[in-house]
Every structure is written in structure tokens, then in C-alpha cells.
């Protein structure tokens, strides 16, 4: 097992992460204070792969179990579906020392946690996550939150979890397109923080895509371990942990045009990140090697890397209400070298000329 501290004022808490250990959380639970009832939050594509280990496991412990399902998909990531989840807690009456169990991907874990954040003014919560991209980024840091028609992710919380618990074995029942998403966020964390981690993946992109235990356990280690370290030195996102928005300023924007159903979270991020070094290209920042560099690894894993056809104006008109404006200018996390990054604050004008560039 490896175990990564997320240190807060607060008190922090642990990634644990080790294989075929699905059924231990029900003991771990039990350990962290956890008595009566414990909700578990997932989808019916989860819940029949590994709803019943979690389940039986937390039985074992002593504890019972409200199982509630959601639906899948962003498109339900909404206060509506949040809503329906208030009704099943107060029936059930869930006080506020019930834990919530998230299982499942980015969606579950940003449903069920803002359900947690918000219901009795917070009940513990524990992150399961099923998916590359929740285990290797959305299950830790502790965002929370739902879309909305005119974005993505504009009505949510901090809240952090008290434990982030995952089996990367999971990830071998994961759907091949969903697994290769997953993999732009780590490429992310490659280009943001850690030129060696780039250069590991380049290296080991056959071995990674065919989801040998070894270099994706390591991948989803190294991944926590720089998370783990931004968002200690910034947990409510109000200066280094903005550059763990790398290539998303654009890609939300591409989620939201295709209403949700074009792209996948990480498809639209490798574009957006493709984008952003072509931006930083374009202002002198980055050389075009490296640009082609992130460009051949994200499309050895099977990423887009092009834009899309589009009217410029829709994608500003998105990017305008996006949670990093601030002070009127966009800001841009571009690429300096593959493992460091810089903020650049943009105004509309500025990256209505560069996104036109890149459409040439």
C-alpha cells in the first residue's frame, strides 16, 4: 500500500492506494469513527462491477448501507440530480456524523461531495474513485460541484474529503475511451510540475495503455504526490494551484459547446492543453520541440489534439463567465518548458486573436 498525507491547516487526510482493496474500506471506516448508517453514492455501471465488495465489506464492519444510484453522464452532473440525493438522506434521516462513500468517476465524486458539503452544513465524506482521471485528480483537493447551462462547474464548494481511498485495479474494467482520457490529466501533471514524469510516459506508453499494474500504479502515485503538494500550498485555489487548470480554460469551454456530449473531460483537455502550448508557442514561450513533444504523446494515447470547428464567438462568450477570470483577463496557464508553467491573464481580445491563429 502507499499512503500520501494531504497536510491542511484543517488537518489534512490520506490517499491510500492499493490493489484489490475494495472490501477493506468497510474496516477503515469503522477506524475513522464511521457507526450506523453509511451512504453510498454511485451509478448502475459501478455499482454492479464493485457496489457489492464495498457493500459487504462495510456490512463485515458493522455498519449499514444506503445504496443510491445517479445517473450517468455530465450531463447530470446538476442541482437536480443533488436534490434528488437531499430527498433520500432526509428520508432516511442521515444525520451528521453519517458518512458519505462517493464511488465512482468525476461526476459521482463532484455530485456526491457537493450532496456531502451541503446537506446538515456537512457530513463526512470518503472519495472511492473508479475512474484514471478521479483517481490521479478529481477525488483529491476537494472541489466539489455541479454544471450549469452556461458552464461547467460554476455552482460548487471546497470541501474536502476524509479519505481518499483507491484501487487502481479497478481501472481494468474501465472502458478503453474513458481510460485514454483519463490519461491527459496525467500527461498534465507531466507538463506542470514534472519533466521526468513527461519523459516516463513517453517511455512507457505502450506498457501505461495496456494497463500493466506497475507504470500505471507508479503514474497514479506520482500524480497524488504533486497534487497532494499543490493543493497544500493552496487549497481554495487562489494562486499555485491555478496551474492545475492547464489546458482546461478551453477545454471546459469545449465540454460546455458540445453540450456535454461531444467530449469527454480529458479529450477536451488535451486539446485544450495542445492549445494552450500553441498559445504559448505564438507569445515566445515555449519552443515548437516540446510542442510537438505533447502533441505526439497525447496522440500515441489516443487524444485529440485538434480544435474543432467552431464560431470563435461561442467559445468567448463561454470562456467569459469561466471560474478564472478574474479582473477581467482570462487566466492562461502556458507551458514555458514540459515541467514548468506560468499564469497569463489575458483579456478577451488577446485570446480571440490567438484562438483565431490556431484555427489557421
Known sequence: MHEIRVNLT???????????????????????????TVALVTNSTVDRLYGAPVCRGIRKAGLSTLRLRIPEGERYKTLRTVRRLYDQ??????????????????????????????????????QVPTTLVAQVDASIGGKTGVDHPGGKNLIGAFYQPRLVFIDPGVLGTLKGREYRAGLAEVVKYGVIADGDLFSDLEKAAERILAREPDPVVRLIVRCSEIKAKVVEQDERESGVRRILNFGHTLGHALETWGGYRKYLH?????????????????????SQEEVGRLMALLSRFG????????????????????????????QFILPEHLGRVTVRGLDLKEVSALIKQLLK
Open 10 to 36: 484543517s488537518g489534512g487526510y490520506p490517499i491510500r492506494i492499493e490493489p484489490a482493496s475494495l472490501e477493506c474500506l468497510g474496516p477503515t471506516l469503522r477506524s475513522m469513527g464511521a457507526r450506523g
Open 89 to 126: 438522506f432526509i428520508e432516511h434521516r442521515l444525520e451528521r456524523q453519517s458518512f458519505l462513500v462517493a464511488l465512482g468517476g468525476g461526476v459521482v465524486g463532484d455530485v456526491a461531495g457537493f450532496a456531502a458539503a451541503t446537506y446538515l452544513r456537512g457530513i463526512p465524506l470518503v
Open 266 to 286: 480529458g479529450e477536451a483537455v488535451s486539446i485544450g492543453m495542445v492549445s494552450a502550448a500553441r498559445m504559448a508557442l505564438l507569445l515566445g514561450l515555449l
Open 303 to 330: 487524444l485529440p489534439v485538434s480544435l474543432p470547428n467552431f464560431r470563435v464567438a461561442d467559445i468567448l462568450k463561454i470562456i467569459a463567465v469561466d471560474k478564472k477570470v478574474a479582473q477581467g483577463k482570462i
